[in-house]
């Protein structure tokens, strides 16, 4: 007898997630020196971690040989005051990928159906296929998602609503009339579940609280891994009506977040100054990148889709031997043929030289 003769039948079709790849392992891998290699593939913030957070961390590793606050009081104060709701209305995760999962085990059965767009957000494919759902997949137009179409997707089957925006990896958003809109046209009973792990690069970001006041099923989603720069502290959190968030805290275990990535967060969301030096690097970024790929594109076949987020899609033809390339050549990027998307890479904005290393060696491989 094998585990494999146990595992339960819809676990063994899961599909496995392909992370950004570790400088540490490229470097060991092609023999190159790590200080020499720049990567742009997990959308991580390229000027760090907002340093008062860091600071903060550093201070709560004192107490680390205590457990931590498992209701994470000091950071719902936080941010209840930050989104002017009250503490009862969030819910801390383990990353917000841990909140999508807990949306999973508190509400999804098996053979429900989930609406997302594609490509949108892998992670609610991957979770939907781990609790039996049936992810329902919708084309984006135009590297938008298509609210219309996904709208007339839903059926008496819907549990649950997916969308994120901006869209990773398209880097594309709604408009919030349109969002909202589209949330108040859903039927009873499905719930709305609206990503905002881009939302502080934003200039104004959708408000969705009007939704929550009419007593409206939604449930938003944001994160401390891209913006504030803690992606390796793993937290993030989602808000929405009392009495929804108070069932996803049923699902998750007793001490879900630790102790030092709650007092990074608390650190950071003290940390405007940081948050907008990091709008800012990142608004030029996206001119640096949208300059060199448009010069670029004058003689070789590449574009990019313009971006809300702290990423860009380019069209490249083969982008898996480009990946290669660039890797090879110590820049490591995000291939999307994990999405179906054979002939787009997904790069991160990074710092001005970061940017400018990419474009020379992206203008190498066409050499
Ligand atoms: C990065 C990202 C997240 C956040 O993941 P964490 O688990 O908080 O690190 C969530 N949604 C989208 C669309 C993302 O790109």
């Not at 349109?178 to 905002?196: K, M, Q, T, Y």
């Not at 102790?259 to 990091?278: P, T, V, W, Y």
């Amino acid at each position: 007898m094998k585990f494999s003769d146990l595992i339960k039948p819809h676990i063994a079709k899961q599909p496995i997630y392909e992370p950004g790849r570790p400088i540490e392992t490229v470097a060991r891998e092609l023999g190159l020196n790590p200080k020499e290699i720049i990567k742009l593939a997990s959308n991580e913030n390229p000027l760090g971690a907002s340093p008062r957070g860091l600071a903060a961390a550093r201070e709560a590793l004192q107490e680390v040989h205590r457990y931590p606050d498992g209701g994470c009081w000091f950071l719902l104060e936080k941010l209840a005051a930050r989104h002017q709701l009250g503490t009862g209305q969030f819910i801390l995760g383990n990353g917000s990928n841990e909140v999508i999962e807990l949306l999973g085990h508190t509400f999804l059965n098996e053979g429900d159906e989930v609406v997302m767009g594609t490509p949108a957000f892998i992670v609610y494919k991957l979770v939907t296929l781990l609790f039996g759902a049936i992810p329902v997949e919708v084309p984006l137009q135009n590297h938008r998602h298509d609210l219309a179409a996904m709208r007339a997707a839903v059926t008496k089957r819907t549990k649950m609503v997916f969308l994120p925006s901006p869209n990773n990896p398209t880097g594309t958003a709604n408009e919030a009339g349109e969002i909202l809109e589209f949330a108040r046209s859903l039927p009873e009973g499905v719930i709305f579940v609206f990503d905002e792990a881009y939302a502080e690069y934003l200039p104004k970001p959708p408000d969705l609280r009007p939704l929550i006041e009419e007593g409206r099923l939604v449930i938003c989603l944001r994160t401390f891994s891209k913006i504030f720069g803690l992606a390796g502290f793993r937290i993030g959190y989602g808000y929405g009506p009392e009495e929804g968030i108070q069932l996803l805290h049923r699902a998750r275990q007793p001490f879900n977040v630790n102790a030092i990535a709650q007092a990074a967060a608390i650190g950071a969301l003290g940390d405007e100054e940081f948050l907008q030096r990091s709008r800012t690097e990142n608004a030029a970024g996206l001119v640096q990148l949208e300059k060199g790929i448009a010069r670029l594109s004058e003689h070789h076949p590449v574009e990019m889709v313009p971006s809300k987020g702290n990423f860009v899609m380019v069209r490249i033809d083969d982008a898996l031997t480009c990946f290669a390339a660039l890797q090879k050549a110590g820049v490591i990027c995000r291939p999307l043929a994990p999405y179906g998307l054979t002939d787009f890479l997904r790069v991160s904005v990074g710092t001005e030289s970061e940017n400018e290393r990419f474009l020379d060696v992206l203008e190498d491989y066409f050499q």
